[in-house]
C-alpha cells in the first residue's frame, strides 16, 4: 500500500471571509491516493506535528469531506496515510457524524441515497441510477429519468422547516428542457400545498426557484434571475434566514430576494428527492451533494463553498510532501521463544 504526507495551503482568494466548522471537500486522486483502502487510512491535520486533528468523512477513494474549524485566507491542511489504518467509525471523534453535526441530512448519493449524518434519514429509491458519470465531486452522482425517478426520504419531522431559518443545497444538470423539474421538497399534495421545494422552471426566464408555500396560500417564490441551459451543472442553494429574507443562489450568485414575514409552511407530506410538490414534478436529469440545515448560510460561506466544489483544484492548489512521510506502523515482529 502506499504512504504518504502532504500539505496544502488554501487560495487566498478563494475565501472571501472567515468560515467556522467549515466542510471542505478534497479531491483524494490529486495526492496519489488510488484505492479506497488508502483513503481509509487517511487521518488530517491542522500542523506537521500532528497536534491537532480535524474530523473527516471518507466518500470513495477520491471524495473526502474535511470539517475545518476556522478556514481563513491562509488555512494550511496537512494529510496522512498510510494505506493500513482503517477507516474511523462514524461516531469516533474524527469520524463522518462529527464532520456533518451541524446538518439534518447530507446525500452524497455515492451508489444509494444514505444520510450522512447522525440522523440516518436513509431514502428508499425508485428507478434512481448512479454513477460516476452522473456527480461533481469525485465520486458518484443520481441520473433520474423525469418519470419514474424518485428517491422517498420519508416524513420525518426533522424535515419540516418551519423554523426561523434553513437552507438547502445542492449540484443539478437539467437534462431536458420541459416545465416544472423538482430537486428536492416537502410540499402538501392538496392545496395550499403548504411546504418547501427547490427545482427549475423552464416555463420562467429566471430559471431555478426556492419555493415556500404557507398554510394561508402564500406563495412565496424566490427566483435565482439566472437562465441556465440543459447538460450544465449548477450549484444551486435556497436559504431563508430569521430575518425573512429568502434568497436562490445559483453558482455563488443570488438573485431576487422576498423579505416579509412568511408564516408557517408546515407540513406532513414525506420529503423527496427529485419532485417539487408531493411526487409531482420529478427531475430529469443529474443530481449530486444534497445538504439540507436549520441555519441560514451566508453569501460568503456559500461563495467559499462553490469556489471548493467546483474548482477543487484551484481552491486547495499544490500538495506538497512534508518531511518524515507517514506515520509509520510497525508489524508485530515474533520472536523465538527462550532467546
Known amino acids: 500500500m502506499a504512504a504518504g504526507f502532504k500539505v496544502a495551503t488554501v487560495n487566498a482568494a478563494s475565501v472571501p471571509s472567515t468560515q467556522t466548522d467549515f466542510p471542505s471537500y478534497v479531491d483524494l486522486s490529486r495526492l496519489g ?19 491537532t486533528e480535524w474530523a473527516r468523512e471518507i466518500v470513495s477513494a ?6 475545518i474549524p476556522s478556514l481563513t485566507s491562509t488555512t494550511d491542511i496537512y494529510i496522512d496515510w498510510d494505506g493500513v ?13 462529527a464532520v456533518w453535526s451541524d446538518y ?3 446525500y452524497h448519493l455515492e451508489g ?9 434519514l436513509n431514502g428508499s429509491d425508485t428507478s434512481v441510477t448512479y454513477g460516476t458519470s452522473f456527480g461533481v465531486l469525485g465520486g458518484q452522482g443520481a441520473d433520474f429519468d423525469g418519470s419514474a425517478s424518485i428517491i422517498n426520504l420519508g416524513n420525518s419531522s426533522l424535515m419540516n422547516f418551519d423554523t426561523p431559518s434553513y437552507t438547502i443545497q ?3 444538470q437539467p437534462q431536458a428542457n ?10 402538501s399534495a392538496s392545496a395550499p400545498n403548504a411546504g418547501y421545494g427547490l427545482g427549475y422552471d423552464w416555463t420562467q426566464a429566471d430559471g431555478f426557484s426556492f419555493v415556500q408555500r404557507t398554510t394561508a396560500s402564500v406563495n412565496w417564490e424566490t427566483n435565482s434571475g439566472f437562465s441556465s441551459s440543459i447538460n450544465n451543472w449548477y450549484h444551486v442553494v435556497g436559504v431563508y434566514n430569521a430575518g425573512g429574507n429568502s434568497f436562490c443562489y445559483v453558482d455563488a450568485t443570488s438573485g431576487s430576494l422576498n423579505t416579509s414575514t412568511r408564516g408557517s409552511i408546515s407540513s406532513t407530506q414525506n420529503t423527496y428527492i427529485s419532485a417539487l410538490q408531493s411526487t409531482s414534478f420529478k427531475w430529469n436529469g443529474y443530481i449530486d451533494e444534497l445538504r439540507l440545515r436549520t441555519s441560514a448560510l451566508s453569501a460568503n460561506w456559500i ?13 486547495w492548489g499544490t500538495w506538497s510532501d512534508v518531511g518524515g512521510g507517514a506515520t509509520a506502523k510497525p508489524s508485530l515482529l515474533l520472536m523465538g521463544v527462550g532467546s
Open 33 to 51: 491516493i488510488t484505492t479506497l483502502a488508502e483513503a481509509q487510512s487517511v487521518r488530517v491535520y491542522a500542523d506537521s506535528s500532528k497536534t
Open 62 to 67: 477520491t471524495e473526502m469531506h474535511v470539517k
Open 85 to 97: 489504518s482503517a477507516d474511523y467509525a462514524v461516531t469516533d471523534t474524527y469520524g463522518r457524524n
Open 104 to 106: 439534518v441530512a447530507v
Open 112 to 120: 444509494n441515497s444514505n444520510d450522512s449524518t447522525v440522523n440516518a
Open 170 to 172: 445542492s449540484w443539478a
Open 178 to 187: 420541459a416545465g416544472l423539474l423538482g430537486i428536492v421538497s416537502r410540499r
Open 303 to 315: 461563495t467559499t463553498e462553490y469556489n471548493n466544489q467546483s474548482d477543487e483544484a484551484g481552491f
